[in-house]
């Protein structure tokens, strides 16, 4: 048995409290937890459902649950706590690997299937890339980080290059398009331009250094680096290669009235949040903080980040965590002494192509119109109060 | 048309019996035309994969109540799940603002035989014949007033059914590697 109260945290007072402690502690020594190891019970971070609708629903759907990034320390997203999105809500299927296949026809010169393990023969490769949704807006309501940023992830994927798997099948001239299926019950399907699966799109089966998780579409999805969430399909089944971008269900769903709209929501702009400290978190008196958080661009590698203590008066580079990656999360930190006044905390992303992370106003100011158009990479706001309490500071 | 498409999918078939592998690292299987059928739900804008059959709203009417009134209600407004039918707020001018509400929002009638064919009824998808899904959505349609009560949808008609969002919609930017979101914006 083993398990006895811990040497850390608040001293039991009374043998009833130890005895009730040690029943829910895990034996680390049980089978089961060497065999697969457990977070302590004393690390509570817990993904939640977020925009406004409940998962699971009265259906049993699970739509949008996001991340709690005020707790990630560094670029990776852990597994279990990856964010999770469907296009609408979904049930997540139970997939036997053995039994699934992929298939790839359409304007190819040679249709295919491939079992899982014939895929995993495949030259590999292993990257680190951030899926973010496009229903990731921060507004004024939005208390905590997870709210207004929580669906963002990033995790290191291994699979085939979808390019490697497309010229297997050889595409035929005119095969601009392609779609790519997934099994769930409504086999949500996306439109996606061939350009980009000849680029960088991972057909991929393991994150992390482990198979996907089915929340993650086990046994195999896409991975399409810097684009909008939606387009990368888990439970993958099918790419059928297509003349024309095929106005699927996922497809109607995001249509924009606006060309710029539209491509200001497929490809995530240069962005950043720090994580710590943000809403809902306190300070316990002035001080050294090291101000902590993550950035991330859909146009390649983050080349700077700058941070602003002062609410945007002044602006330091802040320091990379390692080799930022092409569309990837970077870790960043700047070091801060609190002089106990209240103040806002800015970061501003800017990426290898030269797109800079905006404030909300700028975005207004250009198309002259209020709210921000397209995908949200606007700059988050964190407010420091006098008693150290943290709050968003969007008006 | 599905017959022309099978054509070419049998031709492949017996020229590449021989060499049935893939060129350069020779791993998986060429499908069986009719594996191939059976998978390929995807049903373009312009319909060439839609199955034979055929229905109408009246037909549709029947389906509903039996298969999709219990979630989306006895008149697709007022159940559980999504409305079926356009809001009041929208008009020919604005047809935006008839809501995110597929046989309506939806640039080609083709999306919504699709949708409904491989994603309702929840819980038993799969389950509808094609004459079926045809007539339900000759019944979304008409509720939403874009076809007749009586007009025959199959596999000829449905493609032709004008939409209002035919050509209100924003394609989506050619895209290359290493392009900015947007050309000339800073952010």
């Known amino acids: 048995m083993g398990a006895v109260a811990p040497g850390i945290g608040p001293t039991p007072v009374d043998a009833q409290s130890v005895e009730t402690q040690s029943q829910e502690m895990d034996d680390y020594s049980s089978p089961e937890l060497v065999a697969y190891g457990k977070r302590s019970p004393y690390v509570t971070s817990m993904r939640q459902p977020v925009n406004g609708r409940p998962s699971p629903d009265e259906f049993g759907l699970v739509f949008h649950i996001g991340t709690p990034l005020q707790d990630q320390v560094g670029a990776i997203t852990p597994s279990a706590l990856h964010y999770f999105g469907t296009t609408r809500g979904s049930f997540v299927p139970h997939i036997d690997p053995a039994e699934h296949r992929l298939m790839i026809h359409g304007m190819v010169d040679r249709e295919l299937i491939f079992t899982m393990d014939e895929l995993k023969r495949f030259p590999s490769v292993t990257r680190l890339h951030f899926i973010e949704c496009a229903g990731n807006r921060s507004n004024s309501r939005h208390r905590t980080i997870i709210e207004s940023h929580g669906m963002t992830s990033c995790a290191e994927w291994t699979g085939v290059l979808l390019r490697t798997l497309l010229e297997e099948a050889g595409v035929q001239d005119g095969g601009e398009w392609i779609i790519a299926e997934g099994l769930e019950e409504v086999k949500g399907t996306s439109s996606l331009p061939t350009a980009k699966a000849m680029d960088d799109i991972i057909v991929a089966y393991a994150m992390n250094g482990e198979p996907l998780r089915p929340q993650q579409g086990f046994p195999l999805r896409i991975v399409v680096p810097g684009f909008e969430g939606i387009l990368s399909v888990k439970w993958l089944r099918r790419i059928k290669v297509v003349d024309r971008f095929y106005m699927t269900y996922n497809d109607y769903g995001h249509l924009r009235q606006d060309p710029s709209d539209a491509a200001l929501s497929y490809q995530i702009g240069p962005k950043s949040v720090i994580t710590s400290p943000s809403g809902g978190q306190e300070l316990p008196g002035q001080g050294f903080y090291e101000v902590r958080g993550l950035a991330w661009s859909g146009g390649g590698r983050v080349s700077r980040v700058e941070v602003s203590t002062d609410g945007g008066r002044s602006w330091f580079d802040a320091d990379l965590r390692g080799t930022p990656q092409p569309m990837a999360h970077t870790a960043f930190s700047f070091n801060w002494t609190w002089d106990g006044s209240e103040t806002v905390l800015l970061s501003r992303c800017i990426d290898e192509i030269g797109q800079i992370q905006p404030t909300r106003e700028e975005v207004a100011e250009f198309w002259g119109r209020p709210g921000v158009r397209g995908q949200d990479n606007s700059i988050q706001p964190w407010r420091v109060e006098r008693d150290g309490s943290v709050h968003n500071a969007i008006v | ?187």
């Open chain 2, 1 to 187: 048309m599905r017959s022309f498409k099978l054509l070419p999918a049998l031709v492949l078939v017996g020229a590449s019996s021989v060499a049935a592998q893939s060129p350069t690292f020779g791993l998986g299987r060429t499908p069986a035309p009719e594996e191939v059928l059976a998978w390929d739900i995807s049903i373009s804008p312009t319909g060439e994969e839609l199955p034979e059959g055929s229905g109408t709203a009246v037909d549709g009417a029947l389906v509903y109540r039996r298969s999709c009134a219990r979630c989306h209600g006895a008149e697709g407004v007022d159940g559980r799940a999504p409305r079926l039918v356009k809001s009041e707020r929208g008009s020919d001018e604005d047809p935006w603002a008839y809501g995110r509400v597929l046989p309506i929002r939806s640039p080609y009638a083709t999306t919504v035989w699709d949708y409904i064919n491989r994603g309702m009824p929840l819980n038993r998808e799969g389950t509808l014949t094609a004459d079926q899904v045809y007539a339900i959505t000759a019944l979304l349609l008409y509720w939403n007033d874009l076809v007749a009560e009586d007009e025959v949808m199959n596999r000829e008609t449905l493609p032709l059914v004008e939409m209002p969002n035919a050509d209100t919609w924003a394609p989506l930017p050619d895209w290359a590697p290493g392009q900015p979101r947007w050309p000339g914006y800073p952010y």
